[in-house]
């Protein structure tokens, strides 16, 4: 077996040492009825009012919901809603551990296409915005490309990194993987395989 590792925010919570043995008594594999699932529990989650919640709460699951019925709407939808955090809320601003997006995919998109456009940025307040919208269109894309991904071919755990849960109260509080488990909501899957912490 290979070397486990899930990133800083969740290794500095559970502690490094776990995440680096090849075999780990306390990551069990189980299968649990989404219904179960519960959103992660940190503050920036609860500024945007699905901490601790169900995963129907999370809120990309109403707009992969919408891209069942009109995919384009969805994307705006999404584009506007990602904008309106990464700026108004400055998500850009919040450390992943706190449930930000400090360093996450979108921010470090961002970064990657002033690379690319040779205007490399020393800090985030000057980005262009339409580098911004840019990266934010790529990130959607990406995103309902999962929806369109797990609705043809299924949800092919072989293809996706594990979903990692903790346990309290019967309920599964997710550390990662708020996406997939939305799609799989919005597909209708009763229940889905996760890595038990």
Not at 3 to 29: A, C, D, E, T
Not at 62 to 86: G, N, V
Not at 98 to 118: D, P
Request: proline share 6%; aromatic share 12%.
């Amino acid at each position: 077996m290979g070397i486990r590792y899930l990133g800083k925010s969740l290794r500095h919570q559970i502690g490094s040492w776990l995440f680096l043995v090849p075999w780990n008594p306390f990551m069990r594999l189980r299968t649990i009825p989404i219904a179960a699932v519960r959103c992660q529990e940190q503050p920036f989650s609860e500024r945007l009012g699905f901490s601790g919640k169900p995963i129907e709460y999370f809120p990309p699951c109403r707009f992969y919901e919408l891209a069942l019925a009109d995919p384009q709407k969805a994307h705006a939808s999404f584009a506007d809603w990602l904008r309106s955090c990464l700026l108004d809320l400055e998500a850009w601003k919040v450390p992943q551990a706190e449930g930000g997006w400090q360093n996450g995919s979108l921010v470090r998109a961002i970064y990657e296409i002033h690379r690319e456009q040779g205007r490399a940025l020393t800090s985030f307040d000057l980005a262009d915005r339409a580098l911004i919208a840019q990266a934010i269109d790529q990130r959607v894309t990406y995103y309902l490309g999962l929806l369109t991904a797990i609705q043809e071919a299924g949800f092919k755990k072989s293809l996706y990194p594990p979903i990692y849960c903790r346990v309290r109260r019967d309920l599964f509080f997710l550390e990662n993987g708020h996406h997939r488990m939305s799609v799989l909501k919005v597909l209708g899957c009763p229940t889905v395989d996760v890595r038990v912490l």
